[in-house]
């Protein structure tokens, strides 16, 4: 979970990116134009070089501050730096080139467009993954939305697969969540879900996951799971970690609990088919009393998949 604080600093990162991609890009104008105009245009070279010093440096401070709250593996940052390198090293070569005899050699000109042009590409595919990041969380909690859980399904699935386990999905609602909004007002019911999503994620082991669904409702994703009891264990982890201990905001006391409907994911199934099978069971748990686990039947399953298709 990205924590709200973690989220705005994903916004500066985005913007501190666009800075010095901008950079960049208006370095390398100064660094054609120098090129262009020849030797006799010192004051221009010397603009280059300091134009260079200012765009890489920026770059190389975004990286060093960002290197570790980004993931590696998913950004490409250690590409990213060793571009960075490759397009320095080459306009430093081909400006002496140009300083030296008044000639270019054309294979080394090539080689900084081509170390730009991927320089380039590579900083626009970061700046793309963080804009999924950031506009996937939900802003209040800090929690991912229904666009990444569509975005992680399929490689659980996989995973789950491979080892000989199963994946679960649990929606769950709040309940009686709009009377602590209309009694205690929206700021309190603001800090009720920030603190529902922080005891949900502390309930769960570290290879589930949890997502916002939207008003009070959240899903929650079991991955790896052995059975249907494994999968229940959980959920009435989750349950009684919301029900056993109210809420508290200095004077003010809220006794909460939450409603969950529990379906399995199979590898064909569509996953509107899941959630509203889930959703189906969610209701039947509100029916019999709330603040309980209801586990989706075959009947559900059925239902959904009709009411996709539109068969009668």
């Keep these: 979970m990205i924590a709200v604080a973690e989220l705005n600093n994903l916004q ?12 960049l890009r208006s370095w390398q104008s100064v660094v054609n134009r120098a090129l262009i105009c020849g030797p006799d245009r ?41 571009l960075n390198q490759q397009v320095t090293d080459m306009a430093c070569k081909i400006l002496h080139q140009r300083l030296g005899d008044g000639k270019v050699d054309c294979d080394d000109y090539t080689a900084f467009e081509q170390s730009y042009q991927q320089l380039d590409q590579a900083i626009w595919q970061l700046q793309s993954e963080l804009h999924f990041l950031l506009f996937s969380r939900d802003s209040l909690t800090g929690l991912p ?28 609602d709040i309940d009686h969540f709009k009377p602590i909004n209309d009694k205690h007002g ?3 019911g603001d800090q009720a879900l920030r603190l529902v999503s922080d005891r949900l994620r502390g309930a769960l082991r570290s290879e589930d996951a949890l997502f916002r669904y939207g008003g009070e409702e959240f899903v929650l994703l079991l991955t790896n799971i ?19 201990h ?13 409603s969950f409907g529990l379906a399995r994911l199979e590898q064909l199934q569509a996953l509107n088919t899941v959630l ?6 969610l209701y039947r748990a509100k029916a019999q009393g709330r603040n309980r686990v209801v586990v989706a039947s075959a009947e559900d399953y059925q239902q959904a998949e009709k009411g996709l298709t539109g068969e009668p």
């Excluded at 134009?51 to 990213?80: C, F, M, V």
């Excluded at 666009?147 to 649990?170: D, H, K, W």
Aim: hydrophobic residues 40%; proline residues 3%.
């Design 226 to 244: 052995a059975d249907e009891q494994a999968a229940l264990k959980i959920v009435e982890r989750a349950r009684l970690a919301l029900c056993e």
């Design 12 to 23: 500066y990162q985005v913007d501190t990116l666009i800075d010095a991609h901008d950079a």
């Design 42 to 82: 010192v004051p221009e070279v010397d603009q280059c070089r300091k134009h260079g010093q200012y765009a890489i440096g920026k770059l190389d401070q975004w990286l060093a501050e960002n290197s570790q709250t980004l993931p590696q593996h998913r950004l490409g940052l250690q590409k990213l730096n060793q």
């Design 186 to 188: 929206h700021h309190i």
């Design 246 to 258: 109210p809420l508290e905001f200095g004077d003010t006391r809220i006794e909460l609990s939450a």
């Design 145 to 172: 939305t229904r666009r990444e859980l569509v975005s992680i399904l399929p490689t659980a699935i996989q995973t789950a697969r491979e080892a000989g386990l199963v994946v679960y999905l649990a929606i769950m």
């Design 276 to 281: 509203t099978a889930a959703d189906t069971a």
